[in-house]
């Protein structure tokens, strides 16, 4: 019985002389993509509603940041880094002090946005910004990234401008894994030139790409 069906359904079939392809039948051009598969799912799974707070995926996968930044920025968005009272939580029993002022615990709100350290770092970046007092008063990485100001300028300026927080956030990272890993000292002008140089090395980047969303950024094409 399966023989015969299956000699019905293969009779019906007819061939082409071209070389077979893989084609993925659930996007409009056949092209596989893991949004396509997400899709699919989630309309399978009948008990899924689309969650109130949709995660600000633009403010992550769509910047022109290095591809680690973003899977730092995305783990930060979601309060994954690991800060010592997330080891904690994981249960790795560490003693919990910030490594830069040494005088409070380590979590993300503290590190990034409370530590005094790092207040006099963003100060030091943005602190003529008659707003700024504000906008570092947020109490998460996802309500700073999306209540960051806009700015209006264009070209450089506005591209340079984007990029300050993610380069902070990033450069405050990587100096307190110094701290703690290679024993540094903490210099705040040193940071601040640190961040600067990580903008620029990250604009440079961005405009060496023959790109037209990127030429569009950076106003010009290259600096
Ligand atoms: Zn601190």
Redo the contacts with the bound molecule.
């Keep these: 019985m399966e023989m015969t069906e299956l000699i019905v359904m293969v009779d019906s079939l007819s061939l082409s002389p071209g070389r077979d392809q893989w084609k993925w039948r659930w996007n409009n051009n056949k092209n596989f993509t893991v949004k396509s598969m997400y899709d699919i799912l989630l309309k399978q799974d009948r008990d899924y509603s689309q969650p109130a707070d949709v995660f600000p995926f633009k403010l992550v996968w769509e910047v022109s940041i290095p591809t680690n930044v973003k899977f730092f920025i995305w783990a930060l968005l979601w309060e994954r880094v690991l800060t010592i009272d997330n080891l904690n939580g994981q249960c790795i029993a560490i003693h919990n002090a910030?490594a830069?002022?040494n005088?409070?615990e380590e979590s993300i709100n503290?590190l990034f946005f409370g530590?005094?350290?790092v207040l006099d770092i963003w100060y030091g970046l943005v602190g003529h910004i008659a707003r700024m007092g504000g906008i570092l008063n947020h109490d998460n990485p996802k309500a700073f990234l999306t209540n960051w100001p806009k700015l209006n300028n264009r070209g450089i300026g506005e591209s340079s401008w984007c990029l300050v927080p993610y380069a902070t956030l990033w450069v405050v990272w990587c100096i307190r894994n110094h701290i703690i890993f290679e024993n540094w000292v903490f210099d705040v002008e040193k940071v601040i030139m640190r961040v600067k140089g990580t903008i620029w090395a990250w604009l440079d980047m961005l405009c060496s790409k023959v790109d037209t969303r990127l030429l569009t950024c950076c106003g010009t094409g290259r600096i």
Excluded: A, E, N, V
Aim: a neutral charge.
């Design positions: 910030c830069l002022c005088q409070c503290h530590c005094s350290l």
